[in-house]
């Protein structure tokens, strides 16, 4: 059985009015039209709905029993209507954003706060995690769209590039490079490194050049920069680290020189399914990130530590 928002719609516009005329007025449909569309649902069901006399129109058992069922899909159905078209109003929603901790650390939130100001109705939530774990969330559907150094395959994913992060040498403030406005990766041939772990996309980053700067590997490998920064500052070894990810490492005794090399540099991408669109919230957030990214340098420098 197949029943119509139509016939469910004329059922409830003669329970309510119990008038065939007033009922048909309101559907935009003569009289007689109207009889054979209630005479059709009756058929369709296979009871009879209304007793109608001359004078009156009420529903029978049967009629009581359709009446529940057709109210409360109405009732889901305005309800249903409401919440998309506060959807498309940007007035509710949710996003789900997975991102690298050094981004979800300070920038990201700076963003979602200015975002939750303009659409206060719309829940944010934020899965901070390692460049194979984004890639794996936004692939099962888990989030809307994550921040990755990492495009992913093409096929699957359509990644935009925001940024390009500069790469700085986290060192001991009493360290000679500390003193540098500047740091060259062939000045840090045969220092002692500490690297982060293999999962995330600082390691894929760095580890080309750490081996093109010849640097002696410490076996210290880190999950969380804010460990790196302790073993930097008593003396185990330097690191080389993404401008974002400055704030988790950084403390007193440790210092930062950016690197000079051209091209030295860690991609930021927005990603996300290529077979799924976005919700209109989603949407929202993913151009409000692409526009932060073209703002002038400074103002992306500053958001980036």
């Not at 048909?24 to 569309?37: G, I, T, V, W, Y």
């Not at 293999?198 to 804010?226: F, I, K, P």
């Not at 003396?235 to 974002?244: A, E, M, N, R």
């Amino acid at each position: 059985m197949n029943l119509s928002g139509r016939l469910v719609d004329a059922f409830l516009a003669l329970h309510e009015t119990r008038r065939f005329a007033v009922a048909a007025e309101r559907c935009h449909m003569s009289p007689s039209a109207f009889s054979q569309l209630i005479g059709r649902l009756e058929q369709q069901v296979g009871a009879r709905l209304f007793d109608r006399t001359t004078r009156s129109v009420s529903l029978t058992p049967e009629g009581e029993v359709f009446a529940e069922g057709a109210q409360r899909i109405a009732a889901e159905m305005r309800a249903t209507v409401h919440e998309l078209r506060d959807r498309a109003q940007r007035r509710s929603g949710r996003v789900v954003v997975a991102a690298p901790p050094s981004l979800a650390a300070d920038w990201l939130p700076r963003q979602m706060a200015e975002f939750r100001g303009r659409h206060p109705g719309i829940d944010l939530r934020v899965a901070d995690v390692v460049a194979d774990r984004c890639l794996e969330l936004v692939r099962r559907g888990d989030v809307d769209f994550g921040l990755n150094a990492l495009r992913g395959e093409e096929s699957e994913f359509e990644a935009r590039l925001l940024r390009d992060e500069p790469f700085y040498v986290v060192c001991r403030a009493g360290d000679p490079l500390a003193a540098r406005r500047r740091v060259r990766l062939q000045d840090l041939k045969g220092l002692p490194c500490i690297q982060t772990t293999r999962a995330g996309s600082v390691w894929q980053q760095t580890q080309q050049l750490l081996q093109q700067a010849g640097m002696r590997d410490t076996g210290l490998e880190v999950n969380q920069l804010g460990t790196l920064g302790g073993l930097v500052a008593h003396g185990f070894g330097v690191g080389l680290v993404p401008g974002s990810a400055l704030q988790l490492c950084q403390r007193e005794g440790v210092a930062a020189v950016p690197v000079a090399d051209p091209g030295v540099a860690r991609p930021i991408y927005l990603v996300k399914r290529r077979d799924r669109s976005l919700s209109v919230a989603a949407q929202a957030m993913w151009d409000q990130l692409l526009a932060d990214a073209g703002r002038p340098r400074k103002g992306r420098a500053a958001a980036a530590r």
